[in-house]
């Protein structure tokens, strides 16, 4: 066990998962208040569900919880001052593309600003978020590189990492998204964004 | 549609649910902060998880998210002052007959006292929550007259208005607890226990 350093703790999301989207919003800011670093985790749902015997999101497949979800995110949309809530007409939505532009700029300044377009883009506009050009749209507007990211974004390498968080999500007990780790201490759900980022602020010891 | 008196709102549980522990725990404290009045509604979640293809409350099949509310719930009782989490060692534990006793009290200043006492017993003491006796130390000890509620509590009318109460929450769109509702909205879980009442205490339209 190591102490983890200035507060940091790990984000692990979809582009898919509507929780996620409330967390993309908010976390960058809200973890500025308490002094604590975002560290991004894309991975994808979809093998973990498969792995853990569904064919889809729990609550895609239950149609009274999928009824439940879609009040609750009108809600939820209003409480943080988001766009009103529409249900995707492609839901959930893949985004394996975006997932890897993260992975290529998880370190830089521009992740937080890439997640929070695509997210805007699949919810508040319905776009579709897995083909190039509207990654590219994103991109050029933050000023990127676009192509070299995209390039990168296709490679061998980054197509492999992707495929490795995934399944590293689901050793660490992954269920769902988002998920919060801070240490070996896991969180899940939007709903406990501040619960984790409190006990991230405390300086909690790492899973190492 | 009419006018939801005096910001009542339904409060649907069961005390097998944990979720629903944190609520009972909570709710006559924050819904007198809003100024909000609690109609208690017992149900059976068995049948319902049955009607939605479940054998059990699904965290409980999912050893995953089981797992997972073990952490979470500790981190829940410490953040709301309630005794040390242990997992009972009958869980999900039946509770019928202390779901009718509540039948029985749903009008009365009694009903939340003793249904922080039967989860008291259930979840901080480890104890069967569906026997007479225990249920009747819990009413003595809140001086009522138990032989009376308990006779009323076995009566074939009280019996079937607890089966009559869980159809309804199904048809209602119930599929977990605690489930609150202001109006015809709902709301799913301990984590949206305050919004209810926000909601609440705005004084929205009830269902009928």
Known sequence: MVSSPGGEFEFWFDFGSCYSYL??????????KYG??????PMLLGPIFR????????????????AYVQMDMAREC???????????SVFPRLGVLPLRIVLVGAEETWVGAFCREVMHRNYALDQDINEPEGMKVILDALHLDSRGILAQAGSEEVKNELRERTERARVLGVFGAPTFFVGSQMFWGNDRLEDALQEASRGSSSRS
Do not use: D
């Not at 209003?78 to 995707?88: D, I, V």
């Open 36 to 41: 604590a670093r975002v560290k991004w985790r």
């Open 51 to 66: 792995a853990l015997g569904f064919q889809n999101a729990p609550f895609v497949i239950q149609k009274e919880k999928f």
């Open 78 to 88: 209003r409480k943080y001052g988001l766009p009103a809530w529409n249900t995707p």
């Open 23 to 32: 967390s993309v919003m908010r976390i960058e800011g809200e973890a500025e």
